[in-house]
């Protein structure tokens, strides 16, 4: 597995989720998606978020 960066997404209804292992960042103007590897399911998994439900995010350097 490639060895990603870790990503925290902060919603605004207060909300924090944290995702490990993520590559293919894609930022648009109306859109966040990237892979991730999830934890619990231990599965690769593929994420899309629209951009008027985040407040901020915070990308491993």
Known sequence: ???GKSLIIW???GQTLKFENVTNVENTCSELKF????ISTQ???SAT????????VALEK
């Open 1 to 3: 597995m490639e060895n």
């Open 11 to 13: 919603l605004i209804d």
């Open 35 to 38: 892979d991730y590897f999830g």
């Open 43 to 45: 599965t690769n998994r």
């Open 49 to 56: 978020f629209n951009q008027n439900n985040i407040a901020g």
